[in-house]
């Protein structure tokens, strides 16, 4: 059974900070994605990456796929209360065998 | 509007007694799953379907069936729930299974006592 680790489990940091989030795996990834989940609601899917080495961005975050396809990253610049949420990688092995990570709840303090 | 639907959203039930919940998409997707979330443990997948009359056992299928007769559905079964079946339980729809984009539905609620 393949693990997907995702640290840290909890960030709680002040507006304007910097963060990253990691994703790894022992395994390799046919695909990663990364998703946002908002209290009382269902994930919500923000990018999907698919080349090792691809570097995505989505206006503030940056997704980053490790070249072996092994990793990832989510980095977020200037962090806004907007930004607090559950955030979850997912890694697709061969698509056909998908692992969810335990999710990053992230709080982003005024 | 695209989306996932899923009831109830909130549920408490006792032990043994059994219930469905509901799922429906109107996506015209192939492939859906249900997934349990617990703190700490993430998303879990429970079943799957790749189509109708498709399914089969995703991570943790114990105590839980699924049925797909029509392409729009999915329900999932409890014949006898247990306290330890308490959880957030979410549905989820793609177009295809693997890279897609899945979209989950609002998530259930569920209290077994």
């Known amino acids: 059974t393949q693990l997907l680790e995702q640290s840290p489990q909890f960030l709680s940091i002040q507006e304007g900070e910097n963060l990253t989030v990691y994703c790894n795996s022992s395994?390799?990834?046919?695909?990663l994605q990364w998703y946002r989940q908002e209290p009382g609601e269902g994930p919500v899917l923000l990018v999907t990456?698919?080349?090792?080495?691809e570097v995505k961005k989505l206006k503030r975050l940056t997704f980053q796929f490790g070249d072996a396809r092994k990793d990832s990253s989510l980095h977020i610049t200037a962090a806004q209360p907007g930004d607090t949420g559950l955030y979850l990688c997912?890694?697709?092995?061969?698509?056909?065998?998908?692992?969810f990570g335990a999710g990053t709840r992230l709080t982003v303090k005024p | 509007e695209a989306q996932v639907t899923q009831n109830p959203r909130y549920l408490i039930t006792v032990t043994g007694k059994k219930l469905t919940v509901t799922c429906s998409q109107n996506?015209?997707?192939?492939?859906m799953s249900w997934y349990r979330q617990d703190p700490g443990l993430g998303l879990r997948q429970i079943y799957y379907?790749?189509?109708?009359?498709?399914?089969d056992k995703g991570d943790v299928p114990e105590g839980y069936k699924v049925s797909r007769k029509e392409k729009r559905n999915f329900p999932l079964i409890l014949e006898s729930p247990s306290p330890n079946q308490t959880s957030l339980y979410f549905c989820?729809?793609?177009?295809?299974?693997?890279?897609?984009?899945?979209?989950f539905g609002p998530g259930t609620r569920l209290l077994v006592l």
């Open positions: 989820a729809s793609s177009l295809v299974r693997g890279w897609g984009t899945q979209y």
């Open positions: 997912a890694g697709w092995y061969n698509n056909n065998d998908m692992r």
């Open positions: 996506m015209n997707h192939e492939y």
């Open positions: 395994s390799v990834f046919s695909s």
């Open positions: 990456v698919v080349t090792g080495g």
């Open positions: 379907s790749m189509n109708v009359e498709v399914t």
